[in-house]
């Protein structure tokens, strides 16, 4: 199913101050939920905002996945703008923040990502170990936890469960 246009619409951009900003938002269908994909772009200098949320919230989950082989390195996953990442193996937690946007890649796909955006502050041999786990020479487990309950990666062998989040 293609992305449903939601709303066009032309804002003042927050960088130039001109009235140029295109604002697209689009709602896409995945076969688990709906997701918000905005695209918002300045044509005067160019400031470009992209961001994938979740259309709906739902119940807190907690998805956890054995990555064993490449078949797992390649599930899609979905993780929403409040999710937080636990690779245990690695060390790895990655905590939601307030420029934290949500992503459709695949597992090999974030720890790309992740390698990227911690690049030269890796200590000791963690990058070398992220890298390994990317090629496939180290299984790990990928947790994800996710208050919105929106975030999913699509594998048959994740384990779901729905976890009590305290009231915020």
Not at 10 to 16: Q, R
Not at 57 to 78: F, G, M, Q
Not at 142 to 161: A, M, R
């Amino acid at each position: 199913m293609e992305p449903q246009l939601i709303m066009d619409q032309v804002f003042k951009c927050p960088v130039c101050g001109n009235e140029t900003l295109q604002a697209k938002d689009y709602v896409y269908e995945t076969s688990t939920d709906k997701l918000l994909l905005s695209y918002w772009s300045c044509t005067t200098c160019h400031f470009t905002y992209r961001d994938v949320k979740p259309y709906e919230t739902k119940t807190p989950i907690e998805l956890s996945l054995s990555v064993e082989n490449d078949d797992d390195l390649s599930s899609i996953v979905y993780r929403s703008a409040f999710c937080t990442v636990n690779i245990p193996e690695l060390g790895v937690e990655i905590l939601p923040g307030s420029s934290y946007q949500g992503t459709v890649t695949t597992v090999r796909g974030l720890l790309e990502i992740l390698v990227d955006n911690v690049g030269y502050f890796c200590k000791g041999n963690k990058c070398n170990k992220i890298k390994d786990a990317m090629d496939g020479k180290i299984t790990f487990t990928l947790i994800l936890k996710d208050p919105s309950g929106t975030s999913f990666i699509k594998n048959d062998k994740v384990n779901v469960t729905r976890p009590l989040y305290p009231s915020q």
